[in-house]
Structure formats: C-alpha cells, structure tokens
C-alpha cells in the first residue's frame, strides 16, 4: 500500500489517480495504471450471475421439452 509522506497516511492503489498520484495532494506515490482495476466482488457477483442465468436455461429447457411431450402424447 503506497504511503504519501505529505499526506502523512497509506492510500489504497484503487484510490490513487490513473497518474499515480495521492488522491488528496496529487503527489506522485505509485506508478501509473495501465487499465482500471477490477474489484473483485465484482467478479463474485458476475460468476453468480452466469450461474444463475444458466441454471434458468437449463430449467427453460426442461419445461420445453415437458411442454412438447404433454401435446404429443
């Protein structure tokens, strides 16, 4: 975690600007980012989504089939 000495506290990387600086003063404490970082709860969220979404397919699916077989039989 980069430390500003200006500031005088710790600064989390995802809260330094895209040129590294100190959100506060804009010192330059990091390096500058290439892309945005991800947080990762995002990622979490986005897993269960799918496997949510997926599930739901699958279940439309099922009912299709029940659906054609009770009018066929």
């Keep these: 975690m980069p430390w500003c000495e200006s500031c005088d506290r710790h ?3 995802g809260l ?4 590294g600086g100190c959100p ?3 010192k330059q404490i990091g390096e ?3 892309r945005p970082n991800t947080p990762w ?3 979490v969220v986005a897993a269960g989504a799918a496997l949510y979404l997926g599930w739901r397919a699958v279940e ?3 009912w299709i089939i029940q659906q054609l077989l009770q009018a066929a039989g």
Excluded at 16 to 19: A, R, V
Aim: net charge positive.
């Design 32 to 34: 500058p980012s290439k």
């Design 60 to 62: 439309l699916v099922v």
């Design 16 to 19: 330094l600007s895209s040129q």
């Design 24 to 26: 506060s003063c804009g």
């Design 41 to 43: 709860h995002f990622w």
């Design 11 to 13: 600064v989390d990387k």
